[in-house]
């Protein structure tokens, strides 16, 4: 056995309603104010009041302003008010876009970071002492509660990522009742995403271990088996709660055995025509699967008996595009109004994502990344 180092959130409460006991939770660590970081959809739903509520002793403000991809100025603007504020703790509550947010502001705005934002980007670049930090996921799949990296876009059409063990979280609340209002199309698109990061961290050529692998199994049991019943039938509490699970475990895992290619060429895709994340990958997963096929093939057939396919590479490949057509999401980048003559743009794009790309089980030259879109296309 090769040597390894795995790290995680070292607090995880699993608790249907768990939100309402977000103050309590706050006050076991502080005794000053909160910054909650949100979004305008999740005020909007309401999803905040119940563990707003609970905040009497403790002041709290909450920065909601989070947008899908969120550019830099998004995140200066937390920090500003953070800062404004004397946030002495920052709760991450929302989908991956508020948790990454609130990654960033709680070391920007602790006083004991001397770097700026764009000194930040890369990985193992941030330094310093982060703000204590919980995250409360409203969706089950980026895994961002338990992982150490924030994306920012940083361009019209770029993200950049900030990897460093600080901005793991304290805490990740996963309360499934949060989920249970989310529409059909966001639970299939970040439930795949969830799969996704369970195939890549099992297959990962860099860091790849027995712990990541097998909570890369479980989650991809849990999601496999619970996806298609939380899109159809999103009152199901059960299944809420495996797929809540189930992206925390994905998200365990590809924090210490890191994402490839399925990633590296979704992410042009989000850049330029801002598809959500998870679709991007959705729609270049199959594709992405049987280019890697040639190498990865026997990590495949390890994969397919807990997606309830045959045992063989191409089992899993055939289940997964059986999956994404079952919670109906689009499976052709035609279907998302991408121009054929624009493929060689987005296969330059992914090759600026070499973080992702060397983890990759097989090599991928622009060439192929261009093969691979055409095939999507």
């Known amino acids: 056995m090769q040597d390894f180092t795995f790290n995680t959130t070292p607090g995880i409460v699993h608790e249907a309603g768990g939100a309402k006991r977000l103050a309590a939770l706050c006050g076991e660590r502080v005794a000053g104010t909160v910054l909650v970081v949100t979004d305008p959809g999740i005020i909007r739903a309401g999803l905040l009041e119940g563990a707003l509520s609970g905040f009497s002793g403790i002041g709290v403000e909450v920065f909601s302003e989070v947008e899908a991809d969120p550019p830099d100025t998004t995140i200066r603007a937390a920090v500003e008010q953070a800062r404004a504020c004397g946030a002495e703790l ?46 409360v996921p409203t969706t089950a799949g980026t895994g961002s509660e338990v992982t150490p990296i924030s994306i920012v876009t940083t361009g019209e059409t770029t993200k950049s990522g900030i990897v460093s063990p ?21 639970t299939a698109a970040t439930g795949i995403d969830a799969m996704v990061h369970a195939i890549e961290a099992y297959t990962s050529r860099v860091r790849k271990n027995p712990i990541s692998d097998a909570l890369a199994r479980s989650a991809l049991s849990k999601l496999s088996g619970n996806i298609v019943r939380a899109v159809h039938h999103g009152d199901d509490i059960e299944a809420r709660s495996a797929m809540l699970l189930g992206a925390l475990q994905a998200g365990q895992a590809f924090a210490n055995a890191p ?9 042009p895709l989000g850049g330029h025509f801002h598809i959500p994340h998870g679709l991007s990958n959705s729609l270049v997963l199959p594709q992405v699967l049987r280019f890697n096929s040639e190498v990865a093939a026997p990590l495949y057939a390890e994969l397919a008996p807990l997606v309830e396919a045959e045992g063989a590479s191409g089992g899993l490949i055939e289940r997964m595009e059986y999956l994404i057509q079952a919670v109906e999401l689009p499976r052709r980048l035609r279907d998302m109004d991408i121009a ?14 070499q973080r992702l790309l060397v983890n990759n089980p097989r090599d991928v030259t622009e060439g192929d990344a261009l093969a691979i879109y055409r095939e999507a296309f």
């Open 166 to 186: 600080i901005l793991l979280p304290d805490l990740a609340l996963l309360d499934p009742e949060l989920t249970l209002g989310l529409p059909p199309h966001v």
């Open 90 to 135: 920052v709760v991450g509550f929302g989908g991956g876009s508020s948790m990454d947010v609130a990654k960033v502001v709680s070391l920007l705005a602790s006083g004991h970071c001397d770097q700026a934002l764009e000194d930040l980007y890369g990985v193992g670049s941030a330094r310093g002492k982060r703000l204590p930090l919980i995250q």
């Open 340 to 353: 054929e003559d624009f493929l060689p743009t987005l296969a330059s794009d992914a090759m600026k994502q």
């Open 259 to 267: 994402v490839a290619a399925v990633h590296a060429l979704a992410y």
